[in-house]
């Protein structure tokens, strides 16, 4: 069974700046497009970045373009999410995902 187990969340001050981590247990990684998804509070899922498995091509929504970065390091087994000049709508807990599985999480706060 593969496991992603997200880190790097906290409380940062807004346009401050963040990196999560995500690493992947087993065999699969290298070959898997991933994304990144989060849940701000009282709201639903949210899709927020995405890349393929090489790591040449990547995506991102609206909100996030030109602050967040996401990449990959495939002889690691681990997701990246670069995150610079936050928002207080920013705050939310962020997963990575991968097809048919989630990690658990990792809040991200932005406040003053």
């Known amino acids: 069974e593969v496991q992603l187990v997200e880190s790097g969340g906290g409380l940062v001050q807004p346009g401050g700046s963040l990196r999560l981590s995500c690493v992947v247990s087993g065999d699969t990684f290298s070959s898997a497009g991933m994304t990144w998804v989060r849940q701000a509070p009282g709201k639903g899922f949210e899709w927020v970045s995405g890349?393929?498995?090489?790591?040449?091509?990547?995506a991102y929504a609206e909100p996030v373009k030109g602050r967040f970065t996401i990449s990959r390091d495939n002889a690691k087994n681990t997701l990246y999410l670069e995150m610079n000049s936050l928002k207080s709508e920013d705050t939310a807990v962020y997963y990575c995902?991968?097809?048919?599985?989630w990690g658990q999480g990792t809040q991200v706060t932005v406040s003053a």
């Open positions: 995902t991968m097809p048919d599985s």
């Open positions: 890349i393929n498995s090489g790591g040449s091509f990547t």
